[in-house]
């Protein structure tokens, strides 16, 4: 089985690159990602800080449901 991944990542004015380069890395990786990617842009609000927990919990889902 693959593993399941998801990314958080803060950016001061773009996140793309970054979000490209771990995708990439993953897909290699042949890791299936779970969840849209969290993509945060100045400051992070509250908003954002929901939607990384939601993240890391759907993450964290995945992960027990293959370990069963």
């Known amino acids: 089985r693959s593993m399941p991944w998801g990314l958080v990542v803060h950016g001061n004015d ?3 690159g970054a979000v490209r380069s771990v ?4 897909g290699a990786l042949k890791w299936d990602r ?3 990617v969290v ?3 100045a ?3 509250p908003p954002d800080v929901s939607a990384a ?4 919990a759907t ?3 995945v ?5 069963a």
């Open 53 to 56: 927990r939601d993240l890391g």
């Open 43 to 45: 400051a992070p609000q």
């Open 59 to 61: 993450v964290a889902v």
């Open 34 to 36: 779970v969840a849209p």
């Open 14 to 16: 773009d996140t793309s």
């Open 23 to 26: 995708e990439k890395v993953a």
């Open 39 to 41: 993509e945060i842009v």
């Open 63 to 67: 992960a027990l449901e293959r370990m």
